[in-house]
């Protein structure tokens, strides 16, 4: 294992201690406790008096919608471990930690969805959106940059120096 300094472990760490990745933990949990609530409340009430087809919609999207808010939670979680200590940046690069269900969580909706209750709809386009965002990060957050800023060059010639001597 080399002792370079790993870009893609840094922009991890760096992410995961910034106010931007605060305010998504904080929005990505509120949404999740949002749907729970609408889903095991309100959802459950007026799911009774759908007919056949806008039933199979609530069940389908509502399951969807669980999917890709669990997808969140579950990254945004690897995130705030990362951020604890309690996890390492390259740890959290590992593929079972990635975004997943990208196919279930990113397909067309289905049929008679658009006959859903409207605050259904709004947890579900909240749910598409925070998807989307983090998809975004992880994305941005695995890519290897060309042009890696000097401090990062600098910084790893300090640490190959100290490392050779130590």
């Not at 990745?21 to 609530?37: D, K, N, P, Q, S």
């Not at 390259?90 to 067309?108: E, F, I």
Request: proline content about 2%; overall charge negative; some cysteine.
């Amino acid at each position: 294992m080399s002792d370079e300094l790993n870009w893609s472990d840094v922009r991890i760490m760096e992410f995961a201690s910034s106010e931007m990745f605060e305010r998504i933990y904080r929005e990505g949990m509120t949404l999740v406790e949002r749907a729970a609530v609408y889903l095991d409340g309100p959802g459950r009430e007026a799911s009774r008096h759908f007919d056949k087809d806008v039933t199979l919609a609530y069940a389908g999207e509502s399951m969807r919608m669980t999917t890709r808010l669990m997808q969140v939670a579950a990254w945004l979680l690897v995130r705030k471990a990362v951020q604890e200590g309690e996890m390492t940046a390259a740890d959290a690069r590992a593929q079972k930690y990635k975004l997943g269900a990208r196919k279930v969580c990113t397909a067309p909706r289905m049929e008679a969805s658009e006959h859903l209750p409207v605050s259904l709809l709004d947890l579900i386009n909240a749910s598409e959106r925070a998807y989307a965002q983090i998809a975004r990060i992880e994305e941005e957050l695995a890519r290897e940059t060309a042009s890696r800023p000097i401090v990062a060059d600098q910084l790893a010639k300090v640490q190959r120096l100290f490392g050779a001597h130590a």
